[in-house]
Nanobody, 123 residues
């Protein structure tokens, strides 16, 4: 029922900033916990950040202090503001939604996924 579409990826210099967007359609966006995940070549898909329907936020240790997740329910959109980017942040970033109450850190807990957007951080 829900479609997710990420955008905003690209090529950024180390230390730079970028904002990813995830637009949702076809569901009641305001009720979904949302998450951002990323997957680098040869690596497991990993949790980056999550936000509950009430606005509570959660971050992986690797991005705390650098990334900020937010949501705009009027626009059915979740954002990931990424600052102080490092080459190790290079990955495909995926937006995800789950039909539950709380944010989860496991990809297996999410029910809908976007197609992904590529972030490349150069040195």
């Amino acid at each position: 029922q829900v479609q997710l579409d990420e955008s905003g990826g690209g090529l950024v210099q180390a230390g730079g900033s970028l904002r990813l967007s995830c637009a949702a359609s076809g569901g009641t966006f305001s009720s979904y916990p949302m998450g951002w995940f990323r997957q680098a070549p040869g690596k497991e898909r990993e949790f980056v950040a999550g936000i509950s329907a009430s606005g509570a936020t959660y971050y992986a240790d690797s991005v705390k202090g650098r990334f900020t997740i937010s949501r705009d329910n009027a626009k059915n959109t979740v954002y990931l503001q990424m600052n102080s980017l490092k080459p190790e942040d290079t990955a495909i970033y995926y937006c995800a939604a789950r039909w539950g109450t709380v944010v989860a850190t496991s990809a297996r807990a999410y029910d809908a996924w976007g197609q992904g957007t590529q972030l490349t951080v150069s040195s």
